[in-house]
């Protein structure tokens, strides 16, 4: 199952959601699910592996797993 996780500053990540692109079902979930959670001011990266990471404007049901991302913030 691919998994949509929200990466929390201090605190590890957590996991949003998981779908399975053969799964309409739970593809609609992970896509509502990312479309709650991609905020201004988060970045979202589909990961396909160590050194294959891609950013993202909108959910993929065909990626592996997803991690959004708070931006960084600097003072």
Do not use: Y
Not at 19 to 48: C, Q, Y
Not at 54 to 64: G, K, Q, S, V, Y
């Amino acid at each position: 199952m691919a998994k949509l996780r929200l990466l929390k500053t201090g605190h590890g990540d957590l996991c949003l959601a998981e779908w399975d692109k053969n799964r309409p079902e739970t593809v609609a979930s992970a896509a509502t699910t990312f479309a709650e959670h991609f905020t201004p001011g988060r970045l979202a990266f589909r990961l396909d592996g160590p050194g294959q990471t891609r950013l993202i404007r909108e959910f993929d049901a065909t990626a592996p797993e997803i991690v959004l991302i708070p931006a960084i913030q600097g003072g």
